[in-house]
């Protein structure tokens, strides 16, 4: 099992910025991470990527925070941020963590955090 524990978001201006923080956590039944990524779901709308690394830093991003947002990962800690710049009113949204990680029997599942809440005002 993984628990993935979230924090940083909040209320903000719009053009400001914030900082998203996802600690993983393990059980012993857990081989490795592999991606990590997060995801966000406005109000009505479906969830979808806004960015993911790979365990070796391989990063993906959506066009729409492109150059606005950079994600990045401390591997020793399990740990995978999102640095969030010039935040505009629809990145207003619950952003979830996501990691992807193997088990030692070999199987291979995903598993998300709770969300964290960013409201964007404009």
């Known amino acids: 099992q993984v628990q993935l524990v979230e924090s940083g978001g909040g209320l903000v201006q719009a053009g400001g910025s914030l900082k998203l923080s996802c600690a993983a956590s393990?059980?012993?039944?857990?081989?490795?991470?592999?991606?990590m990524g997060w995801y966000r779901q406005a109000p009505g709308k479906q969830r979808e990527l806004v960015s993911t690394i790979s365990s070796g830093g391989s990063t993906n991003c959506a066009a729409s925070v492109k150059g606005r947002f950079t994600i990045s990962r401390d591997n020793a800690k399990n740990t995978v941020y999102l640095e969030m710049n010039s935040l505009k009113p629809e990145d207003t949204a619950v952003y979830y963590c996501k990691a992807v990680a193997a088990t030692i029997l070999r199987g291979v599942y995903d598993y998300w955090g709770q969300g964290t809440q960013v409201t964007v005002s404009s």
């Open positions: 393990t059980s012993r039944s857990i081989f490795s991470i592999n991606d």
